[in-house]
Structures are given as structure tokens and as C-alpha cells.
């Protein structure tokens, strides 16, 4: 009887490691959360540098049954270009897989919102068959007689990838080329590498300050496991906590949690339930990640608050008034109180006194305040300092509602634009940099273009009010840069906003 059972455990095992030829690129189901996983495309898509540690134990309760272990680690280096590392171990029955791969990937700015990837991985694989570690009664049998085998050898992976900030549609082709690596069971029987194809796609339905929905698909064909569909839904909620479902054909039903902290840290964990094949012999498979994200800042116009020196400092005029009745008037302006503003000083003519203007809150915006700061001006005489200041201030900085570019709660937009408008018109020397921001609500990816759309949409208005489009350029800087801390509402509401830079020819 112990015979019996002995071989029964023993061809159970062989079984399962001759299945997992389907899961040779390793079966994961947190794909949605690192797309690097199935496709070296992805590798350095957003500009940041982030490692996932994914443990993935399948049918738990079942003797040998798979054990997947990934590390993974990609980055944007410099531009367009992306790279990675990939680390992989699988132990599955009597077969061990580890291997290690470097991938390069090329990111194609197509326009300002898509981008279409491609990817290429290679290193090395090591396998083994352990069969020296099966305990049977019948030493003799002709599937033991090759003994315990170990095998390197070389695989490569592309991949291509069209993103933008709410779709995702990729191809990746796992174990492309595979050379040097053949383990034979017995005279009949080998175990290669085979040759895979991955299709996935993704879309966010809805996003908006609370809820961002995803539904997605994966198509997986290779030989030993046909067609395989992954059918998925995701959402997250304020961009902290996900909860999602998959349904994959021949499988089950998988469900997904997830939790982000400030879009750096991951703590994600799947649930498979087993399908009917095994039913009543498996508790169901485990998937967890662990991940860390670090993402720079975009290059571009410096931050207002410290504007450039100009190349030729300039000292505040102060000259000596010929009436002492208006140096008097002066110092009066000068000693009065004042809140929330910001002195803009403008040399006219020499005869003329530069008279401090004042700044009110985005509440308090009024037609007396713009016309002051239209004044005619020489080019040649401009403080392009002083005038970036002014227009670093609240009161002309443009602030959007949340998710939009269109919907300005800060109700001075047209203002602004007449303003930035009528000096770029009386001052040929100068051009505009048009810079958008947002908050910290929703991911970083979102945000770049949310921010990207609003400076484009403010360059629009410049160049109907008669602007010359050479004369105006825009910078998308999302949440980076913010203008006030993003710890309350009031400010958040701040952050999503666009500021104008004056520059010189």
C-alpha cells in the first residue's frame, strides 16, 4: 500500500511540473499594479524609479505545487530612455527556474499626452529537474533513469506599448529567442522554453477626486496552455485604496486589494479561488507586493518664488522728488499696512515717480488693480523681475477646479489674459513661458497631463487675443512645485492653477 501511495504522490508531481510549461513566463495576477511585470516596455514609463517584490504561492494544499518569487526594478535614466532588471525564481513539483534578465526600453513622445513605448530584455535561465529528491519503491522506473539534470541558457523578451494618461494597450512577446537551454525527462519527454504572446489593454472609465474605475483584458497564448483570458476591474479611491476582481478562463475568480501611501509606497495582495479541476484539493493561491516608487521632478522654468537674477541687476530707482509735498505723499503710501501683496515696480519716464501697486487676495481681484499693470512700457526699461513677482502672486494666478482645465473657480482668467496679452503687445522683446500645476489629488501621471492640458488651454486664449503662438511656450509641472503645502483643501484649491513667466528674447 505504501508503494501505491508513494508512486500515486510521485506521478502528481511529475504532473504538475509538466502543467507549469504554461507558467514558464510566471503566472502573476498584480500585473495592473506594475505593468513592467508582463511587458519590458513599460520599464521607465513614468519618469520615476520603483521595485516590486511579488511572492506568489498557487493551489495552496497541494503538494509541490507552484512557487513564484519576482523582483523587479525600473527607472527613466535620462529623456526617453528606460531601463530594468528582472529577477525571477519558480519551484514548481520536481522543476526549479531562476532568471535573471537587463531591459532596455525607448519612450516616443507621440504628442503631448501619448507616448508609445518599445522594449527589449535578455539574460540568462537555469533549470533543473530534482529527481533525486523523489522517494519511490521501483528505482528501475525508465522515468528516473536520466537522474537529476541542470541546464543554463539564454532568453530575450520585446515588448511595445501605447500609453496615454488613461489608456494602456500593450504587446509584449516573452521568450522571443531562447538558445542552450533543453532538459530531457526520459527518452520521449523534454522540457524547452517556448515561445509566448501577451496582448493587454486597460482604460480608466471614470476618474474624478474620489474614484478612478479601470477595467481591463489580457489575451496570453503559448503552446501547452491555448488561449488564456484575464478579464479585470479595479477601483481606487483617492488614489490610496484599491479593490478590484479578475475572472480568468480555465481558472477562476481572483480578487485584488490594494493600498498607496502618497503614491510611493504599495502594499497590494490577490486572492485566486480555485476552478473545479481542483476543487476540494487546493485552498485557493496567494499573491502579495511589496513596492516603492521615487519619482523626480520634471525639468523646466524655475520656481517663481526664487525668480532669476537678470544678467544686469538693476537697483530700485529712487529718485529725488522736485515737489516735497510729493515726497511726502510717498512715504504715507509707503508706511500704510498692507496684506497679501506684492510691490510691482515699473521704470516709466524719469520724470515719472514709481508708485508701489498693491496686490489683494484671488477674492478681491479687481479691473482698478489690472489696469495699474498695464501701464505702457519700454522694453528696454522693464524689471522682468519685479513683473514675474507680480504675477506669482495669488491675485494672478489662474486656479482651476478639481480634474478640470476649463472650470476656473479664481474667476480672473480673462483678466489675466487681457493683461499678459497687452504687455507681450506693447513689449515686442518679450515672450511668455505658460505653466501649469495641480494638486496632489489623483496619480502623478494624471496629474502631468491635467496640468499639461490647462497651460495649453490658457496659450489658446493668448494667441486669440492677438499673441503670436512663437511668442508663447508652455510647461506642464502636475503636482510638483506646489504653492502652498497640500494639507488642506484651501490650499489644494491654490495648487490648481497656471502662472505666467515673463522672459526675454
Given at each position: 500500500m505504501n508503494t501505491i501511495i508513494q508512486k500515486i504522490v510521485f506521478l502528481f508531481s511529475l504532473l504538475v511540473s509538466f502543467l507549469a510549461n504554461g507558467q514558464q513566463t510566471s503566472l502573476n495576477t498584480l500585473y495592473n499594479q506594475n505593468g513592467y511585470l508582463i511587458n519590458p516596455a513599460a520599464a521607465g514609463l513614468n519618469n520615476c524609479f520603483s521595485a516590486y517584490l511579488n511572492h506568489r504561492n498557487q493551489w495552496v494544499g497541494i503538494n509541490e505545487s507552484p512557487v513564484n518569487n519576482t523582483l523587479t526594478v525600473d527607472g527613466r535614466l535620462m529623456g526617453p530612455h528606460g531601463v530594468g532588471v528582472d529577477m525571477r525564481m519558480q519551484e514548481i513539483g520536481l522543476l526549479q527556474n531562476f532568471n535573471f534578465k537587463l531591459t532596455y526600453a525607448y519612450h516616443l513622445k507621440l504628442t503631448e499626452n501619448s507616448n508609445l513605448s518599445f522594449g527589449l530584455s535578455a539574460g540568462m535561465v537555469q533549470q533543473s529537474f530534482g529527481f533525486s529528491d523523489v522517494i519511490v519503491a521501483n528505482t528501475a522506473d525508465n522515468t528516473l533513469l536520466g537522474g537529476n539534470q541542470s541546464d543554463i541558457g539564454f532568453l530575450s523578451d520585446a515588448g511595445l506599448l501605447f500609453s496615454t494618461?488613461?489608456?494602456?494597450?500593450?504587446?509584449?512577446?516573452?521568450?522571443?529567442?531562447?538558445?542552450?537551454?533543453?532538459?530531457?525527462?526520459?527518452?520521449?519527454?523534454?522540457?524547452?522554453?517556448?515561445?509566448?504572446?501577451?496582448?493587454?489593454?486597460?482604460?480608466?472609465?471614470?476618474?474624478?477626486?474620489?474614484?478612478?474605475?479601470?477595467?481591463?483584458?489580457?489575451?496570453?497564448?503559448?503552446?501547452?496552455?491555448?488561449?488564456?483570458?484575464?478579464l479585470g476591474l479595479r477601483g481606487t479611491w483617492k488614489n490610496t485604496i484599491g479593490v478590484g476582481a479578475m475572472y480568468r478562463t480555465a481558472y477562476g475568480v481572483i480578487g485584488l486589494v490594494d493600498l498607496n501611501l502618497k503614491d510611493q509606497f504599495k502594499l497590494a495582495y490577490g486572492y485566486g479561488f480555485s476552478g473545479s479541476n481542483l476543487t476540494g484539493l487546493s485552498n485557493g493561491s496567494h499573491e502579495i507586493m511589496l513596492g516603492i516608487k521615487l519619482c523626480r521632478k520634471p525639468d523646466g522654468v524655475p520656481a517663481l518664488d526664487k525668480p532669476e537674477e537678470p544678467e544686469k541687476p538693476q537697483e530700485k530707482i529712487q529718485e529725488e522728488p522736485e515737489n516735497p509735498e510729493e515726497e511726502e505723499s510717498e512715504e504715507d503710501v509707503q508706511e500704510e499696512p498692507v496684506n497679501k501683496s506684492e510691490e510691482v515696480i515699473v521704470e516709466v519716464e524719469k520724470d515719472t515717480i514709481v508708485e508701489p501697486v498693491t496686490e489683494p487676495v484671488v477674492e478681491e481681484v479687481a479691473e482698478a488693480v489690472v489696469e495699474e499693470i498695464v501701464v505702457p512700457v519700454e522694453a528696454e526699461e522693464l524689471n522682468i523681475d519685479s513683473l514675474n513677482m507680480a504675477f506669482a502672486a495669488e491675485g494672478r494666478l489662474i486656479m482651476y477646479n478639481l480634474n478640470s482645465a476649463d472650470d476656473v473657480h479664481s474667476n480672473n482668467r480673462e483678466l489675466v489674459v487681457e493683461m499678459v496679452a497687452q504687455i507681450l503687445k506693447e513689449n515686442p522683446d518679450?515672450?511668455?513661458v505658460v505653466i501649469g500645476y495641480t494638486?496632489?489629488?489623483?496619480?502623478?501621471e494624471y496629474n502631468q497631463g491635467v496640468s499639461r492640458q490647462r497651460a495649453e488651454n490658457i496659450k489658446t486664449e493668448l494667441i486669440n487675443s492677438g499673441v503670436e503662438a512663437k511668442k508663447i511656450k508652455t510647461q506642464a509641472k502636475g503636482e510638483n512645485q506646489p504653492f502652498a503645502p497640500n494639507n488642506t483643501e484651501t490650499n489644494q484649491r491654490k495648487n490648481r492653477r497656471v502662472q505666467i513667466v515673463f522672459k526675454s528674447n
Amino acid at each position: 500500500m505504501n508503494t501505491i501511495i508513494q508512486k500515486i504522490v510521485f506521478l502528481f508531481s511529475l504532473l504538475v511540473s509538466f502543467l507549469a510549461n504554461g507558467q514558464q513566463t510566471s503566472l502573476n495576477t498584480l500585473y495592473n499594479q506594475n505593468g513592467y511585470l508582463i511587458n519590458p516596455a513599460a520599464a521607465g514609463l513614468n519618469n520615476c524609479f520603483s521595485a516590486y517584490l511579488n511572492h506568489r504561492n498557487q493551489w495552496v494544499g497541494i503538494n509541490e505545487s507552484p512557487v513564484n518569487n519576482t523582483l523587479t526594478v525600473d527607472g527613466r535614466l535620462m529623456g526617453p530612455h528606460g531601463v530594468g532588471v528582472d529577477m525571477r525564481m519558480q519551484e514548481i513539483g520536481l522543476l526549479q527556474n531562476f532568471n535573471f534578465k537587463l531591459t532596455y526600453a525607448y519612450h516616443l513622445k507621440l504628442t503631448e499626452n501619448s507616448n508609445l513605448s518599445f522594449g527589449l530584455s535578455a539574460g540568462m535561465v537555469q533549470q533543473s529537474f530534482g529527481f533525486s529528491d523523489v522517494i519511490v519503491a521501483n528505482t528501475a522506473d525508465n522515468t528516473l533513469l536520466g537522474g537529476n539534470q541542470s541546464d543554463i541558457g539564454f532568453l530575450s523578451d520585446a515588448g511595445l506599448l501605447f500609453s496615454t494618461a488613461r489608456l494602456k494597450v500593450g504587446l509584449s512577446v516573452p521568450q522571443l529567442i531562447t538558445s542552450g537551454l533543453v532538459t530531457e525527462v526520459d527518452a520521449v519527454n523534454a522540457y524547452n522554453l517556448v515561445q509566448h504572446m501577451v496582448v493587454f489593454g486597460a482604460y480608466d472609465i471614470m476618474k474624478n477626486e474620489l474614484w478612478t474605475v479601470t477595467p481591463s483584458v489580457l489575451y496570453k497564448n503559448a503552446d501547452f496552455i491555448g488561449h488564456q483570458i484575464d478579464l479585470g476591474l479595479r477601483g481606487t479611491w483617492k488614489n490610496t485604496i484599491g479593490v478590484g476582481a479578475m475572472y480568468r478562463t480555465a481558472y477562476g475568480v481572483i480578487g485584488l486589494v490594494d493600498l498607496n501611501l502618497k503614491d510611493q509606497f504599495k502594499l497590494a495582495y490577490g486572492y485566486g479561488f480555485s476552478g473545479s479541476n481542483l476543487t476540494g484539493l487546493s485552498n485557493g493561491s496567494h499573491e502579495i507586493m511589496l513596492g516603492i516608487k521615487l519619482c523626480r521632478k520634471p525639468d523646466g522654468v524655475p520656481a517663481l518664488d526664487k525668480p532669476e537674477e537678470p544678467e544686469k541687476p538693476q537697483e530700485k530707482i529712487q529718485e529725488e522728488p522736485e515737489n516735497p509735498e510729493e515726497e511726502e505723499s510717498e512715504e504715507d503710501v509707503q508706511e500704510e499696512p498692507v496684506n497679501k501683496s506684492e510691490e510691482v515696480i515699473v521704470e516709466v519716464e524719469k520724470d515719472t515717480i514709481v508708485e508701489p501697486v498693491t496686490e489683494p487676495v484671488v477674492e478681491e481681484v479687481a479691473e482698478a488693480v489690472v489696469e495699474e499693470i498695464v501701464v505702457p512700457v519700454e522694453a528696454e526699461e522693464l524689471n522682468i523681475d519685479s513683473l514675474n513677482m507680480a504675477f506669482a502672486a495669488e491675485g494672478r494666478l489662474i486656479m482651476y477646479n478639481l480634474n478640470s482645465a476649463d472650470d476656473v473657480h479664481s474667476n480672473n482668467r480673462e483678466l489675466v489674459v487681457e493683461m499678459v496679452a497687452q504687455i507681450l503687445k506693447e513689449n515686442p522683446d518679450l515672450n511668455v513661458v505658460v505653466i501649469g500645476y495641480t494638486c496632489d489629488i489623483g496619480t502623478s501621471e494624471y496629474n502631468q497631463g491635467v496640468s499639461r492640458q490647462r497651460a495649453e488651454n490658457i496659450k489658446t486664449e493668448l494667441i486669440n487675443s492677438g499673441v503670436e503662438a512663437k511668442k508663447i511656450k508652455t510647461q506642464a509641472k502636475g503636482e510638483n512645485q506646489p504653492f502652498a503645502p497640500n494639507n488642506t483643501e484651501t490650499n489644494q484649491r491654490k495648487n490648481r492653477r497656471v502662472q505666467i513667466v515673463f522672459k526675454s528674447n
